[in-house]
């Protein structure tokens, strides 16, 4: 290659003629400019620049493969890759082997294997058989590569296309054919390609990818003509580069950690020394700016240093920094410009104190993601003392203890004793998945060794020995027993809410038996199911527990008094579930929550994270003032427990740790609560109107300590006279506040202790004469207590929604839009609406970006679309309309879930079906989603139903004294995908003709 740069894939459009190969479209994005890549390895410590078989190249190490982040969407329908490919000198070692390419981890790819007499095999990986999943595929293979002397330069090319399969070329000929084995539904923004890897080192050069499958003198100019080619490919990558400018050197991330605590991690005092290190393919001479700032944005420290590199060379520039204060720290790198300066975080730093002996358990646990000693010595490091796994405590997992019918198997004790404290207690023990052998419906085939479990219903008989025996085996080191997770979610639990209620009866009286001291929770419900959960109530499912178990996920963003209303109905409704069933109230334990956010880095793209241009840059602030205000409020609604999400690796959404292994925001936010509060009473919050003041109380030892928000974008004054001292004031990381700060609250939350009983402080919050200096920002009409004749109450989110925040992606409904949403002239056929005049239609309908029931839909705004911003089927009022809609376009792979927002007129009774949506995949099979009354949809006029599937969303409409009432209803229906390894083409609405007409105004996907 002759520019560092053209290392970014291709993805081509078709065109027609040898001379047009390299036109198309871009599609992937290796950041080579500073050399970050998709899983947290810098380009740089994995390829160096090499002689290319034209112009330059880059060369891999062994074992230490590159990845080159997608920033679209690939259908693996068809498609081509190709690439000049050298290995190193010497023989390949007797079963190693030599991948040169890899889409999605490796069930994608192109290897030589040591063994098997060395055959290269274009692989496509997987099976339609569930339960094999994963197999090797030698269909499409060659010999030749391993006779290739080590050196030499050879032209590897790869084609596949559903319909006609798949072909391997070696130097512009075809090597090899066969069918297209399972082809899976391709890949999206953030996963990731693979160049090299195995036992010998590669390298790569001229690096292009199609996304149709190209004719064979099209491959054959590729091997023939490298020169032309790579002229046609810079000029397409120069006419349709789409990545910022380009960096004159490659600055990577610092990181990622590789100890317990990270580099990233220094106690408070302590002094930190970051190497930034500069590469140059080119001789480069510039300054490079290093700028510290807080977690606020606040500019801290500036360093400037003069470079002289030449080409191929790199320095390292140490970042010195030593923290004003505990909390979390930014390291930006700048580079000037001609035209502009470059900025690129490269760093973050923690400065947080050592846990101070061992602590009590309380309030805070945490769900974890790893249980290994590494992963448990970070979280000791950070103060966590309890820990639920992400049903990844495989100690316990039924097909890991038993994985045939027989004796009992404990090879995986050793990740209960990573946690282990004085007394035990310090993990919550899960009694989870079905193996294959105890299938209610009949043994299927055995599970593979490492597959995730099976929800399937389980023989009761064998449940109740594997419960048993489990707790009997860790009696004395888990004393809390939780008995499945999240069984109202399909792919967690293949039975009824009833046979889950004899699970849950069986379960407890084997624990009970195991050990009479053990504490029996369940089931770890998610919060939306209401319905479903009274079915297992009314079955007698409470009966043998002794907690009650949830899930409550909360939106990163928004206003605290949403989330404060959506926690409270979740909660009472699992209270009332025990007082209707049992007469009495059982403790609630918040067993797995947490919320996504966006990255706190900017200038950076990785794995797993939506492009920049989409990400929030207010998301981390705002997160973490939710994750702590979400702490207080479970706390105030009388939850005993909670256990927040700490996965223990970077990533995206709902992980604790940002890129380079060190802490979000929100996780240090959380953890700073659980340091001021975590065992101490807590004595309620006190609710004042101006500004949306909030005060949470605790009573800690010498005082009351005192937690203050606001509204969102307030700032208000508070002027009081305090029975006490005031001890301390902290900011939301728990580091000191300036004496002369002013007492002003903000969205932002922070802590005071004063040295007084906590009536008496309540008494002084009540009485302060509170001056708003800034309104908080109105709710919107549907969220606002004041306007509540629509009596729908508050409802939590949909679960999907907030744990994939960053990856909900709103369809575009323009080919199918066929009406607006006010309608001036009743029965005219024009709509919009259902055709009913202009009071009785969804007028004013809030458009552009909103979120309902922390669903993210994009509603078109008729004015700017020809007036067409909703699809409407025909019914009663609107004969006339085509009873099926065009395709809606969705073209996203890894689809986990599709949500309709929709509504119906002259619906009918409960039951019927008046639509259906039918998805089609890439692959030409589809897959049904029937709408019924009452269950996924419901009237406009008809807002909340207590056995509805679906949440109803109030809109406000336009009056006139006719009086109709003042809201109409849209309604958000989920749906899980069955087929989440199928890209989804394309949606299309059908009307059932039972009369009944229907609105869509959005469609949203979330991607796994």
Not at 607 to 625: F, K, M
Not at 635 to 662: E, H, R
Not at 773 to 782: C, D, N, W
Request: charged letters at 20%; hydrophobic letters at 45%; a neutral charge.
């Amino acid at each position: 290659m002759r520019d560092l740069a053209r290392l970014i894939p291709l993805l081509l459009a078709a065109v027609t003629g040898p001379a047009a190969v390299c036109d198309g479209l871009r599609w992937w994005q290796g950041d080579a400019a500073t050399g970050w890549s998709a899983t947290g390895r810098t380009l740089a410590g994995a390829l160096a620049v090499a002689d290319g078989r034209v112009g330059a190249a880059l060369a891999g190490k062994p074992g230490d493969p590159p990845d080159l982040q997608a920033l679209g969407h690939l259908d693996l329908a068809q498609g081509t890759w190709a690439s000049w490919v050298r290995r190193d000198a010497g023989d390949l070692p007797a079963n190693g082997h030599w991948r040169w390419f890899a889409l999605k981890g490796g069930n994608f790819a192109v290897t030589t294997h040591g063994d098997r007499h060395r055959p290269t095999f274009f692989m496509t990986g997987g099976s339609d058989d569930p339960a094999t999943g994963f197999r090797w595929d030698y269909a499409v293979m060659s010999q030749a590569p391993a006779r290739w002397p080590g050196g030499a330069w050879h032209h590897v090319a790869i084609v596949w296309d559903r319909s006609s399969g798949r072909q391997l070329w070696l130097d512009g000929e075809l090597a090899a054919k066969g069918p297209a084995a399972h082809l899976g539904g391709g890949v999206g923004p953030g996963h990731r390609l693979t160049l090299g890897g195995g036992a010998v080192a590669t390298a790569f050069d001229e690096v292009l990818l199609w996304n149709r499958a190209l004719a064979p003198a099209e491959i054959a100019r590729l091997a023939r003509e490298p020169e032309a080619v790579a002229a046609e490919a810079a000029a397409h990558a120069a006419a349709h580069a789409q990545a910022p400018a380009a960096w004159p050197v490659r600055i990577p991330l610092v990181g990622p950690a590789t100890k317990p605590a990270g580099p990233g991690v220094v106690e408070p005092g302590a002094s930190a020394e970051v190497p930034v290190t500069v590469h140059a393919e080119r001789a480069w001479s510039g300054e490079l700016t290093l700028v510290w700032s807080d977690w606020r944005e606040r500019e801290l420290a500036r360093t400037s240093q003069r470079i002289e590199l030449a080409a191929g060379g790199r320095v390292t520039v140490p970042a010195p920094f030593t923290p004003p204060a505990r909390g979390l720290y930014k390291l930006t790198a700048l580079v000037a410009q001609p035209g502009g300066t470059l900025s690129r975080d490269v760093a973050t730093l923690a400065c947080w104190p050592q846990p101070a002996g061992e602590r009590q358990l309380g309030f805070f646990g945490h769900h974890v993601g790893s249980w290994n000693e590494q992963a448990a010595a970070w979280g000791k490091r950070f103060g966590v003392t309890q820990v639920r796994g992400h049903n990844m405590l495989q100690a316990t997992w039924w097909p890991r203890v038993q994985p045939a019918d027989g004796p009992f198997s404990w090879q995986l004790d050793h990740q209960v004793s990573y946690w282990d404290r004085p007394g035990g207690g310090a993990v919550l023990g899960q009694l989870f998945g079905t193996p294959w052998w105890a299938d209610a419906k009949g043994a299927r085939t055995p599970d593979r060794p490492n597959a995730y479990p099976s929800g399937a219903r389980p023989r009761l008989d064998a449940f109740a020995r594997y419960a048993e025996a489990t707790v009997a085996h860790f009696k004395g080191r888990i004393h809390d027993w939780e008995l499945w997770n999240e069984p109202d979610v399909s792919m967690f639990w293949g039975g009824s809410p009833e046979e889950l209620a004899e699970l849950a009866t069986v379960g407890a009286a084997a624990i009970r038996r195991a050990d009479p001291q053990a504490r029996v929770l369940g089931m770890g419900f998610t919060p939306g199911s209401w319905a479903w959960h009274r079915a297992f109530a009314k079955a007698g499912g409470l009966a043998g527990l002794d907690v009650l178990t949830f899930h409550a996920y909360h939106r990163g963003a928004g206003d605290h008094e949403l989330l404060w209303r959506e926690l409270k109905a979740s909660v009472g409704h699992f209270r009332d579930l025990a007082r209707e069933a049992l007469g009495r109230e059982l403790p609630l334990w918040d067993t797995e929550s947490g919320c996504g956010d966006d990255s706190w880095f900017h200038g950076v793209e990785h794995e797993g994270l939506a492009p920049e241009a989409l990400r929030r840059a207010d998301a981390p602030r705002r997160s973490a003032a939710l994750t702590a205000i979400h702490a207080s409020f479970l706390m105030d609604l009388g939850v005993a427990k909670s256990f927040g999400y700490l996965w223990n690796s970077p990533g995206v959404d709902l992980q604790a740790l940002d890129l380079g292994g060190v802490p979000r925001l929100r996780t240090l936010a959380r953890q700073a609560l659980q340091e001021l509060v975590d065992g101490q009473p807590h004595r309620g919050i006190v609710r004042r109107e101006p500004g949306r003041l909030r005060a949470s109380l605790w009573e800690v030892p010498g005082g009351t300590l005192v937690q203050w928000f606001a509204g969102q974008g307030a700032e208000l004054a508070i002027p009081a006279q305090w029975p006490g001292a005031v001890l301390r004031r902290l900011d939301l990381l728990g580091a000191a506040l300036p004496a002369s700060a002013a007492w002003t609250v903000g969205d932002e939350p922070w802590y005071c202790e004063i040295a007084a009983p906590p009536a008496l402080v309540r008494a002084a919050i009540e009485a302060a004469a509170v001056v708003e200096l800034t309104p908080a920002a109105p709710l919107p009409a549907e969220q606002n207590p004041a306007q509540a004749g629509h009596r729908v109450p508050d409802l939590p989110p949909f679960p999907a929604a907030v744990e994939g925040s960053t990856r909900l992606h709103p369809v575009d409904l323009g080919p199918a839009a066929n009406f607006a949403f006010r309608d001036d002239s009743a029965g005219d056929g024009k709509g919009g609406s259902f055709d009913e005049g202009r009071f009785n239609c969804f007028d004013p309908m809030p458009q552009g970006d909103q979120l309902f029931h922390g669903v993210r839909f994009a509603i078109r705004d008729p004015a700017t679309c020809q007036g067409r911003a909703a699809v409407v089927l025909p019914g009663r009022t609107i004969p006339d309309l085509a009873k099926i809609s065009p395709p809606i376009p969705v073209g996203l792979a890894r689809v986990r879930t599709l949500w309709f927002l929709h509504a119906s007129n002259w619906s009918g009774k409960a039951g019927n079906r008046i639509a259906t949506y039918r998805v089609t995949y890439a692959d030409g099979q589809q897959a049904e989603i029937p709408v019924v009354v009452d269950q996924g949809i419901r009237d406009w006029w008809q807002g909340f139903h207590a056995d509805a599937q679906c949440k109803p969303v109030p809109i406000r409409v336009a009056q006139d004294g006719d009086g109709k009432q003042a809201w109409r209803f849209l309604h958000v229906m989920e749906w899980a995908n069955p087929r989440s390894d199928a890209a989804i083409a394309s949606v299309t609405l059908e009307s059932q003709g039972t009369g009944a007409a229907v609105l869509v105004a959005g469609i949203t996907a979330c991607t796994w």
